[in-house]
C-alpha cells in the first residue's frame, strides 16, 4: 500500500495478468472438457454447466466486488477474491463428482471475478483518455497471449498427465496472482463504510443504464466479448464432437481466435500512436460484421468444416481488437465517481452475455446450429452499438 504510484507498464502488465485469470480458468479446461464428461460418467449437458456456472458466478461476483470495493479499498477486496479463486480450485482438483466439480466452477468464477473489476478500476482511478486505452491495449494483448496458448497448452496437459494437470495449472495461476496483488497493487480509495449498501449501488448502476455515453460503448463489448466468451461452451462440442477433430487439434486452432485478437491488439497498439483511439471503431465494427456474416454463411449456407468456422471467428476478432480500447475506455469515463459500479456493470454485462450464449445454445438441435445464430447475433449487437457510439457520443 506504500508503493509508489503504478507506471502505465507495470499496471497494464499486473492488471492483464489479472484479469486473464478468468479466461484462461476457461480457454485451459475447455479441451479436457469431453475427458471429463466421460471420465465422471456425465451427459453433455453436466459438462456445459462446469461451463455456465463459472459464467454465473463471474458475472454475480463482479457486482459484488464492485460494491465491496468501492467501500473497502481496491486491494483489500482482490485479496479476498483470488484466495476463494485458489481455494475452489483445489476443490476442483480434488472432485469426486460432476456436482462436486460444478460447485466448485462456480466459486472459482466468484473468485476470477475480481481480475475484472478491479484491474478496470485500477486503471479509471489513476489514469485517463489515450493514457487509459493504452493501458487497456496493453491489457488486451497480455490476456490474448495467454488464451492464444492455453488450449494448445491445456490439451498438451491432458495427453501428459490427464484433467487433474489443469486444475493444478489453476491453482498456480491463481497463487502467483494472489502474489502479485500482495506485493504490486496499491490502494487507490479509502475504505468508506458509507458507500457498502446494495440500494446506492443498484441506484449507480441505474444511473449508468440510463446513460448512452455509457450504455453504447457497454453493448459494443458485451456483444463483442460476450460472444467469444459464449462460445467456449459451444466449440468443444461442436469441433470435437461434431467434427471429430483430436483436443490437441482444438487447442491448436484456438490460436485462430486468441492468437489473431493478440496480433491484432499489437496492431492497434501501433496505430494509436498515429490515431485517437475512437477512429479506429469505425474499421472494427466493420470488420466485425463481416466476420459474423462470414459465420453465418460457413454454418448454415455451407457443409461446415474447421475452416469455414474458425476463419470467421479470427476475422471477428481481429475486428473487435480496433474497437475494444476505446468503447471500454468511454466506458469508464463516463461516470469516474462511480468507477467501482462502471467496471462491475460493464463486466457483468459481458459475463452475462456469455452465460446466456452457453444457455440459450442448449435450446439448439445441434452445436452448428447454436454457433450460427447466436455467436453472430452477439457480434451484430456489439459493432452496432460501437457504431452508433462513434456517431453519437465519441470525445
Known sequence: MSSPAMSERRLGTVGAIMVALGPLSVAIYTPALPDIVAGFGASDAAGNLTISVFYIGLALGQLLCGLLSDALGRRNVALVFFSLYVLA?????????????????????????????????????????QASSRILNMMAIIIAAGPAMAPAIGSLLLAVGGSQWIFATMILHGLAVLGLTSVFIIETVGIDLSRLRPMAMLRSMGVLLASRAFLLPALC?????????GQASILPFLLISHLGITPQQFGAGMFLQSGVYMLASLWTRWL???????????????????????????????DPNFWTIMLPVALYAFGYAHAAPAVMTAAFATHPERAGAASALHGFMQIGTGFSIGLLATLFASPVLAMGVLIPASIALGALAGLAWYRFDRP
Do not use: H
Request: proline share 4%; aromatic share 10%.
Open 89 to 129: 480450485a483445489i476443490g476442483c482438483f480434488f472432485a469426486p463428482s460432476i456436482g462436486w466439480l460444478i460447485g466448485a466452477r462456480a466459486l472459482q468464477g466468484i473468485g476470477a471475478s475480481a481480475g475484472l473489476v478491479i484491474s478496470r478500476a485500477l486503471v479509471r482511478d489513476m489514469f485517463t483518455g
Open 221 to 229: 463489448t458485451a456483444g463483442c466479448a460476450g460472444a467469444i466468451y
Open 272 to 302: 494509436m500512436r498515429r490515431f485517437l483511439a475512437p477512429q479506429l471503431v469505425p474499421w472494427g465494427a466493420a470488420i466485425a460484421l463481416l466476420g459474423a456474416a462470414s459465420l453465418v454463411a460457413g454454418t448454415l449456407w455451407l
